[in-house]
């Protein structure tokens, strides 16, 4: 039987041979998986890990574009690098932030990979191949999530230098049974600790707006911040807008500004005093024009107008820049807090 069996395979190749050549192989179908996949991880922007796969069937010119999975699809490792080459062997390897799922697709030269997606593109045109897999194992450092005025928000717990060196414990923020949001500066062992929260999404030009209550007596060594921030944009200054409480260690200051990145430049920071009381600090982000207005009260259109400012000049546009509010301890000062301090925001608004 088994002999039977070699000779019934055997004939088309004999037949083959017999019209003149060997029988040509068919072309592999162009696939790509993972070779290493990172931990699963509530996303961020602090964190990388290695990731890494190969490719059949690539022809030239093919790449890899990735993406991690936090809230929506983000591509990586960064917006102004979202390639990744394939190696002579069909290997790829990269960089990229955490997730809880991760992405990899391979695309032609004339695709143009989206900053973010809420669905991944399907296999076709310019999209070769795609493949998706879980992270691995847990977390062990998985950010602390609170929820405050209807989004998530991601509780930082590692260090920053803005503002000097500064540690972060998760601990100083933390949301009351009136849903109201808590930043504290806390010494602790001896040890100053800041806060910082990171909503856990981008949301583009708008109106964004504050509730905070009175911060008129906050220590001059310790700043407050009202800021967006994208890690990836280094060419647009990190798309970073500014509403920034604080005297930076120096009480002859005003205590509230408004800054356009890079504050360097003296035309893109505009100070004022914020006065006693709750005021609602927001601004108005647009092609071309970004306008800061403080008011008093709750509500920023209208409570009485404190200060407002606009700037036309070097104003960013959107990407995957992410709300951010933070309190920490300047470290640049000529001296240290003098006790904990503490800042309550009622609400956060925006509306495109």
């Known amino acids: 039987m088994v002999l039977r069996a070699l000779q019934v395979f055997a004939l088309p190749l004999l037949l083959a041979s017999a019209c003149g050549g060997e029988r040509t192989p068919d072309p592999v179908a162009p696939s790509i998986e993972f070779t290493a996949l990172p931990p699963a ?79 991944l593109p399907k296999p076709g045109g310019s999209v070769i191949a795609v493949a998706t897999g879980k992270g691995t194992g847990t977390d062990a450092h998985a950010p602390k999530v609170l929820t405050f005025s209807g989004y998530e928000w991601q509780v930082r717990q590692i260090p920053s ?15 009351d049974t009136e849903g109201l949001l808590h930043l504290r500066l806390a010494k602790r062992d001896g040890h100053w600790t800041s806060a910082e929260v990171i909503l856990a999404r981008s949301l583009g030009y708008g109106t964004y707006a504050f509730t ?33 409480i604080s005297q930076w260690g120096d009480r002859g200051l005003p ?34 024009r970004v306008s800061f207005r403080t008011a008093r009260g709750r509500n920023a259109m209208t409570g009485v107008v404190v200060a407002s400012h606009a700037f036309t000049s070097g104003v960013p546009s959107p990407g995957t820049e992410r709300v951010r509010m933070n309190l920490y301890y300047f470290r640049y000062g000529p001296r240290p807090p003098q006790k904990d301090v503490e800042v309550v925001v009622e609400r956060f608004q925006y509306l495109p």
Do not use: C
Not at 76 to 98: A, D, G
Not at 161 to 175: F, K, V
Not at 217 to 236: C, H, K, N, R, V
């Open 41 to 119: 991880a509530a996303g961020g922007s602090d964190r990388t890990a290695r990731i890494a796969g190969r490719v059949a069937g690539a022809a030239p010119g093919h790449r890899i574009v990735l993406y991690a999975k936090a809230g929506v699809w983000w591509v990586q490792p960064l917006t102004v690098q979202p390639f990744t080459t394939v190696q002579p062997n069909q290997n790829w390897e990269n960089t990229t932030h955490l997730g809880t799922e991760y992405a990899a697709l391979l695309v032609d030269g004339a695709f143009r990979p989206p900053d973010t997606t809420e669905v």
């Open 161 to 175: 230098d803005r503002g000097g060196q500064n540690d972060y414990d998760p601990a100083n923020a933390w949301t």
């Open 255 to 288: 205590n509230a500004q408004y800054v356009l990145q890079p504050y360097y430049v003296p035309a893109n920071v505009a100070r004022f005093s914020a006065p006693a009381g709750t005021l609602t600090h927001g601004f108005r982000w647009e092609p071309g």
């Open 212 to 244: 905070i209550r009175d911060t008129s007596t906050l220590d001059p060594s310790a700043a407050f911040g009202m800021i967006t921030w994208d890690e990836a944009a280094i060419d647009q200054n990190h798309r970073e807008l500014d509403i920034e």
